[in-house]
């Protein structure tokens, strides 16, 4: 596609749900990054996946926050019994490894309720 | 945690004016780029310039970094209604080149 493409756009959740979002990034971008931006703050790296492989997860704030991206394209990033906290915007990117610039989708909005 | 902190973090202006942002940064970078934000969409990459770069230009935006300051400044000249957004800098740290540090944001509005 021309574009990170993000779903859903909104999700509301009561607190104790699981929810899952999807990213589906720039095909042939092997690098994918998924941030966490709080209102009025700037976003927060969580992961990075190179093609398949979960080569950082240190910016994930708990347990309750799993990611995959079993063939290399489309990532889901899962949390776990949300707590009220993890209302932000959830953004993902893509890369390529010769370059520091990275293509934002236009993040799917959380609110737990 | 945010390694970068923005300044202002709102500036008003008038259209066909200049715009002046700065950025401040803590470590050492490989390298600091400038993002846009329009409300409710994702970030748009505007400019990366490396640690041995200072000075920067595309189009309307010129961008500086002083290292030894550890700051960065990104100036819209002429500024449009059309400009208005948050504008966010990033940095990549020494040791990782992948992963972006993002400031606070500077809210820029442009009056018509």
């Known amino acids: 596609g021309a574009g990170v493409s993000q779903s859903p756009r909104y999700k509301v959740a009561k607190r104790g749900q699981d929810v899952a979002l999807r990213c589906d990034p720039i095909s042939g971008h092997v690098s994918l990054f998924w941030y966490q931006q709080a209102l009025g703050q700037g976003p927060e790296f969580l992961t990075y996946f190179q093609n398949e492989a979960q080569l950082d997860k240190s910016g994930l704030p708990s347990d309750r926050f799993f990611a995959e991206r079993p063939e290399g394209s489309v990532s889901t990033l899962k949390i776990q019994r949300t707590q009220q906290e993890d209302s932000a915007v959830y953004l993902c990117a893509a890369g390529t490894l010769d370059t520091d610039t990275q293509y934002f989708g236009p993040g799917t909005r959380l609110t737990v309720l | 945690s945010q390694q970068g902190e923005e300044d202002p973090q709102a500036l008003s202006i008038q259209e066909g004016e200049n715009a002046t942002m700065n950025c401040s940064y803590k470590t050492s970078i490989n390298n600091l780029q400038w993002y846009r934000q329009n409300s409710g969409r994702g970030l748009v990459h505007l400019i990366l310039i490396r640690s041995n770069e200072r000075e920067k230009h595309s189009g309307r935006l010129r961008v500086t970094l002083d290292t030894s300051k550890k700051s960065s400044s990104l100036l819209i000249t002429a500024s449009r209604a059309a400009d208005t957004a948050s504008y966010f800098c990033?940095?990549?740290?020494?040791?990782?080149?992948?992963?972006?540090?993002f400031g606070k944001g500077t809210l820029l509005t442009v009056n018509p």
């Open positions: 990033a940095t990549t740290l020494g040791g990782s080149n992948y992963k972006l540090t």
